[in-house]
């Protein structure tokens, strides 16, 4: 079973994914913390997010263990550098093929974020 969740920022559509997960023993994705992921992976690695060859080496590399410290992932800054990966269409391509895997493994999960129901899980 996947469960896509789409909706704005701040409309409580990551409490009802968590909540929805739990329910069912279903694994979570808020797919929005990917590129804070991404962005955080290139600045521990010390290069810098403005650098496409690093960026895409981030987003290819990225597994679901790099999610779980939401603290860092929304801490200074971090919003600001996902803007940066996020805009970059290798990196979306990445992203987009990492949350197709997380959604189609045999146990299914929920997502919850943005165009889940019309790109990523059509």
Do not use: N, W
Request: glycine share 12%; proline share 5%.
């Amino acid at each position: 079973m996947i469960v896509a969740i789409d909706g704005p920022a701040a409309s409580g559509k990551g409490t009802l994914a968590r909540r929805i997960a739990a329910y069912y023993g279903l694994r979570h994705l808020d797919t929005g913390m990917l590129y804070r992921a991404v962005a955080r992976a290139v600045i521990e690695a010390g290069g810098d997010v403005e650098d496409p060859d690093a960026r895409l080496a981030a987003a290819r590399s990225l597994d679901a263990s790099q999610l779980t410290d939401e603290a860092s992932l929304r801490g200074p800054g971090m919003g600001e550098a996902a803007s940066i990966v996020a805009a970059d269409p290798a990196v979306r391509g990445a992203m987009l093929a990492f949350q197709r895997e997380f959604a189609h493994e045999p146990s299914g999960a929920v997502l919850d974020g943005r165009a889940l129901g019309a790109v990523v899980c059509p």
